[in-house]
């Protein structure tokens, strides 16, 4: 697995916080993670869907 680094603005950062305190204590690396991880799956699904 690779290790990446993304620099966002402290507000962003404290949104991503927020949100996985209320997910259930989720680090806010892991709710990054699993946004990009879910936007990369919609734009692979609109991709397939554009060649049909």
């Known amino acids: 697995m690779k290790k990446v680094t993304i620099r966002m603005e402290d507000y962003l950062y404290t949104f991503y916080k927020k949100i996985g305190e209320h997910a259930g204590g989720l ?3 892991q709710v990054i993670a699993d946004t990009l991880y879910k ?4 734009l ?3 991709a397939l869907n ?3």
């Open 39 to 42: 936007f990369a799956g919609e």
């Open 27 to 29: 680090k806010p690396e």
């Open 50 to 52: 554009k060649g049909k």
């Open 44 to 46: 692979c699904a609109n």
